[in-house]
């Protein structure tokens, strides 16, 4: 995992927040650099809880696998979320989310700025239709999203920017914003270290869909995180994350005590991931 691993670090977390949030994965933002060879990886990783965009889906340790296929700046990902305990609609025992992601970084020169296009398939396979009369995402209805992240490498060895456009072209049907900034440091040939801060935004449409109706746009989830990563075997990586998710006041927080499992938290994970 040196190979590219605080731009890959930086991608996983611009999906909000850390390991339990992998929606996206970008390999090599190194701004148009591009890469002739096929990269394989497979990661799993042992979550305090499953925490999405400030919805506390589970208060349980969950289990979190992914698979990533990269080449030519294009990446394939499969992330899935095992609940072992009950989760928000009380799943346990079972795959409660299933996400496909397929991202592309564009071979540009943009002085110093790295852009990404791509389309994520939520699916929810044991949550469906168990909560009826709960708000859409509550149903957990499958969706799709269409995303744009733009990520500024001016100063990368000291601060990383980025902001991720989500747009639901399915279900939800709203636009959600999140904004990063992340402090990475190599502390040698072998360990890393982060921190940094994110918070998103929601349309209308969007918070309705997730938070319940008539809710106004506006910021949703702030997020504080830090991670340390180490190189145990040249292709074998582990890393440990911590992260405080906290909600916006108002109808949002009111609406996380109803709907999920909290309205702040607390959490984090181990993972492991190895490169074929």
């Known amino acids: 995992m040196k190979k590219g691993m605080v731009f890959g670090m930086v991608a996983v977390l611009a999906a909000s927040g850390a390991i339990a949030e992998n929606e996206v994965v970008m390999v090599g933002q190194a701004g148009g650099s591009d890469n002739s060879q096929v ?29 990533t296929i990269a080449q030519y700046g294009v990446s394939f990902n499969v992330w899935g979320n095992y609940d072992l305990g009950n989760n928000f609609v ?27 296009l791509g389309v994520i398939g939520y699916n929810y396979p044991a949550n469906a239709d ?12 499958s969706t799709t999203e269409l995303f744009a992240t733009a990520t500024v490498l001016t100063l990368k060895d000291y601060v990383i920017p980025s902001m991720t456009f989500f747009g639901d072209v399915d279900a939800a049907d709203g636009v959600y914003i999140l904004f990063d900034v992340v402090a990475p440091y190599q502390v040698s040939d072998y360990l890393w ?23 106004d746009k506006g910021f949703n989830d702030f997020n504080f995180y830090g991670n340390c990563s180490y190189e145990i075997l040249d292709n074998l990586t582990a890393s440990v994350n911590l992260t405080y998710t906290l909600l916006n006041g108002g109808a949002i927080r009111n609406s996380a005590k109803s709907f999920y499992e909290n309205n702040k938290k607390f ?10």
């Open 193 to 215: 270290v982060e921190g940094g801060a994110s918070a998103g935004w929601g349309n209308t449409s969007y918070n309705d869909y997730y938070w319940g109706e008539n809710k």
């Open 130 to 141: 168990r909560a009826a009369g709960q708000p859409g995402g509550i149903n957990s209805k």
């Open 267 to 276: 959490w984090g994970g181990v993972n492991i991931a190895y490169d074929f």
């Open 39 to 67: 990269e394989v990886t497979a990661e799993v990783a042992l979550v305090s809880a499953h925490v999405w965009r400030g919805q506390v889906r589970n208060n349980d340790f969950v289990v979190q696998p992914q698979l």
């Open 90 to 116: 009380g799943i346990s025992g079972d795959f409660s989310e299933l996400d496909l992601s397929l991202a592309y970084t564009l071979p540009l020169d943009l002085n110093d700025v790295a852009i990404d």
